[in-house]
């Protein structure tokens, strides 16, 4: 029996879903999350709020949003679930510093 290698590579690669946005669409989300894990490097005063609010509301509405659609898109899900959690995080130290930080005294100058 011959097995044409080629047909059977060629059916398997169309029906993958690595040709549908709803693969790559969410892959390349991951760049957002990934400029804002390279952002906690970034000084509390230079983050802004409507950026940090709108990364953290949209990786929590999607998280949920692709555990109910079908099929579950995980890789929407991991990617939103990051941007959740970095978003909250910038939130955080935001705030913290915005808030929560104790006056410095300073120096009299003579």
């Not at 990364?55 to 990051?82: D, E």
């Not at 941007?83 to 939130?91: E, K, N, R, S, V």
Request: with cysteine; charged share 15%; hydrophobic share 45%.
């Amino acid at each position: 029996m011959v097995v044409d290698l080629g047909h059977v590579l060629s059916v398997e690669m169309s029906s993958t879903e690595l040709n549908e946005v709803h693969f790559w669409a969410p892959t390349f989300k991951w760049g957002i999350s990934i400029a804002n894990i390279a952002d906690f490097a970034k000084p509390p005063e230079k983050l802004s709020y409507p950026q940090q609010i709108a990364v953290a509301c949209t990786g929590i509405i999607w998280s949920r949003y692709s555990t109910v659609i079908t099929p579950k898109n995980w890789n929407l899900f991991s990617v939103n679930v990051a941007m959740a959690g970095t978003g909250l995080y910038q939130l955080s130290r935001k705030i913290q510093h915005d808030y929560f930080q104790e006056a410095k005294p300073v120096p009299a100058e003579e």
